[in-house]
């Protein structure tokens, strides 16, 4: 009886972090919570497929499937941003200026999945500050904070965190550079890209209450 | 190997309730059930996030993501319906004809949140029936049943059911009333309210049969 | 602690194979995956609910909520493709040629189902190549292959597979024939069927890799 109440209960830890999005730790690049994509390399088309992910440009050159890979995918293969060739870039408006501390990179369940190697491989993440004006005629790149390097792993779990650099910065925009995927010559596809970390006090009157 | 087919039980069990829409009793309130929410206080409008919670008004003034809080939130900060101030109501028609006996009341999980302070907290359920021609002529107010008044605790788990007062009374047409939220000044964010109870003899031929 | 950590493992592996789909079973035709409903017997029409399953045809006469059942439910009643009557078929197109071995059909769970009599009983599960131009003058009848008839039995758990006569031929098209259901007289709610096999290896190039 004693096991059993000690069984129940690490189930329904286990169910609750499930619940709660699967990893139970806040997301700031989120589209449900204000996350978008704004800019990426040449999204990669499907010709064979009817009704599949279809080809659309949104404002600004922003593909409609790209806040895909904002988005829970539900162990569904196809619910991802598929970006051509094996490198490239996307960058990323979150909801609100954070000091960031790690990112969560996820492919589909190896169980479902189809094919896996248009999996990111090796990918950089960095980040910079971005003014309310977004005014282009100033050099951002001087900004730039580089969080460091990571490999997205075929062999782990398919949601896999990754610490970043500790470097106390506020950001609100993070970048990602995938430099390799895990065989297709074709394509890459990013099911989910997760960005944890903390408000600076100050600036939380600035933050949507949800 | 006794105990651990015991643990496999148990987590069967949980995992299947899980997937029950979490907690494996009939809503008669959810949206792809026929639930429909169809009169409500001011909607709140989120000025700064682009394309966020855009504030388009539906049919007969009913916001289009007031249905938000018919359907399951997965997880997700932002899944929600948003109401200005710290008071308001929302009236729901049910699928069909009911003798409620709960509700349940849900915000987004306290790992995926980023901020709580916009979660109702005192709140009063009331009901009544509605004739088919919805005749507006007909003074309603004699025939609203009140079901109690409750309090939504952020220290509890994050679905938290409350027990209606028995009333053996037919509705099919639920009134949230909400007294206060947990801070936010501004709005009150409802994630999911559910109505449970179950259909009289009578009526069940009326039902959709899903 | 031996036990608590045993505990855990069962419940990690479990709440593994639940997100990855429910069955951690990689079905050929998700929609999200390139599967369509090329072709059904009559829809049914839901008279009386606004909003609800409406009744739209798509092209070529497929109803807009046939691919319903080509789509997780997450628990939802309502989340399915309604057909007209107690004995009805529909045909889809998988996202590439499979040796196919299993099916699942899923109707919604019993602990959230307003009505159950209207989930699928007695069915047969049939298949064929189908040439890329789809020429309706070829007659594909005597190139249809028969792979079993089974019984959808309420008392099990929602999800129900069932194991296909081994046949070893290579199909891109399923089709399903209802033949009873649970004892609605009007109609029969299909909330999904997944198609389980492997992609012969000549083939592999011709498919989409995720
Ligand atoms: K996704
Ligand atoms: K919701
Ligand atoms: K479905």
């Known amino acids: 009886d004693d096991i ?90 979150l909801r609100t200026s954070i000091v960031p501390e790690a990112v969560t990179l996820e492919h589909v369940a190896r169980s479902v999945a189809y094919d896996r190697t248009s999996a990111l491989k090796e990918f950089r993440i960095s980040g910079w500050p971005n003014g309310r004006d977004e005014d282009s005629s100033v050099d951002q790149t001087e900004r730039v904070l580089l969080f460091g390097e990571f490999k997205y792993d075929l062999e782990r779990s398919n949601a896999q965190t990754f610490d970043l650099n500790p470097a106390s910065s506020v950001i609100n925009i993070v970048r990602l550079d995938f430099l390799s995927n895990h065989g297709s010559p074709s394509h890459t596809c990013i099911y989910r890209l997760r960005v944890h970390g903390y408000e600076p006090d100050s600036l939380m009157p600035l933050a949507i209450q949800l």
Chains 1, 2, 3 share one sequence.
Not at 14 to 24: R, S
């Open 4 to 93: 059993r109440t000690m069984a129940k209960e690490i189930v329904e830890k286990e169910i609750e972090k499930h619940a709660a999005d699967g990893l139970g730790r806040v997301d700031y690049a989120l589209a449900s919570g204000g996350g978008k994509v704004v800019r990426h390399s040449e999204a990669y088309y499907f010709g064979k497929v009817g009704n599949w992910l279809p080809v659309v440009k949104g404002r600004n050159g922003v593909h409609d499937n790209a806040q895909k890979m904002l988005e829970p995918s539900f162990g569904e293969p196809g619910q991802c941003f598929a970006l051509k060739g094996s490198h490239g870039f996307v960058e990323i408006r």
